[in-house]
């Protein structure tokens, strides 16, 4: 028996990362899966998307887990995409009854008057836009299948506290949260539970292969690498990792979307090495 056995789960940013690790995680405690994935690059991006093949395999773990699976290629910024690939979920499977808001880009980085719109609109249209479409096109399916459910918003260590040179991110990822704890207030009495994880640094392609961050990390470089990178980051956290897994942050999904948070609604819940918490 698992914690989830019968629930359905809808994703965003599934194909990889911790978008993965949560279909994953999800189907290992019984849950059936929906996940949706832009499957595309963004001009102001410079680190790669998740691809076809990587959805695929996220598809391929979920069944070995011995779940089914939706999956869609869809932009969250497209809200009638977001729309369709929950109707077909549904159909398909019955219900609704887990949301994890989890897609998200991150900027090279640079001072805030250095910012392009290009940029700007597409960090806030992923991440703050997209969340907000994706709670939007949610809450429907969770309130018409009648049976309560949880919501998880992924916001960020930068939604809790500022970075110099990523305005847009810290934009973002604090409205997340001012959208979750008010959304919060609005279903509590549906039973229908609404949260947020704020995850650190987490050791994914957002983070390792985000290549024109590195200078934020190790200004003293003129080229640096990863491993150069890794001693700044474990500099921030206070139990001395660079990063922690996707897995870290799956561990917490599943607890919030479980029973056994029946009654934690409108929380914010950093999983940072206490980085957060460090004066």
């Known amino acids: 028996m698992g914690m989830l056995d019968g629930r359905v789960a809808f994703i965003t940013g599934v194909a990889r990362g911790q978008g993965r690790s949560h279909a994953v995680r999800l189907a290992a405690e019984g849950a059936d899966i929906i996940g949706v994935d832009a499957l595309r690059d963004y001009p102001t991006i410079t680190y790669r998307m998740g691809t076809q093949e990587d959805l695929d395999e996220t598809v391929r773990l979920v069944e070995k887990a011995g779940r089914r699976m939706i999956a869609r290629v869809a932009d969250v910024r497209d809200r009638a995409a977001l729309a369709a690939a929950v109707g077909d979920g549904v159909r398909a499977f019955g219900r609704l009854d887990i949301v994890s808001a989890n897609a998200g880009i991150s900027p090279p980085g640079a001072p805030l008057w250095r910012l392009s719109p290009e940029e700007w609109d597409d960090v806030i249209g992923v991440n703050l ?13 969770m309130l018409a299948a009648g049976n309560g459910g949880s919501i998880i918003v992924t916001s960020s260590g930068a939604g809790l506290k500022t970075f110099q040179n990523l305005s847009s991110y810290n934009a973002s990822k604090f409205g997340v949260i001012g959208l979750a ?33 590195f200078p934020l990390f190790r200004p003293d470089l003129e080229n640096p690498t990863l491993e150069d990178c890794k001693p700044a980051f474990a500099s921030m956290m206070p139990m001395g990792e660079p990063w922690v897994e996707p897995e870290d ?29 460090k004066a």
């Open 129 to 141: 836009t997209g969340v907000f479409n994706t709670l939007a096109v949610t809450v429907p399916a």
């Open 181 to 213: 704890r008010t959304l919060a207030n609005e279903l509590a009495t549906e039973r229908i539970r609404v949260n947020v994880i704020a995850p650190g640094t987490v050791g994914t392609p957002m983070v390792t292969a985000n290549k024109a961050q």
């Open 249 to 277: 942050i799956s561990n917490v999904l599943v607890f919030l979307a479980s029973d056994n948070a029946r009654y934690i609604t409108g929380t914010v819940f950093p999983v940072d090495q206490g980085s957060n918490n």
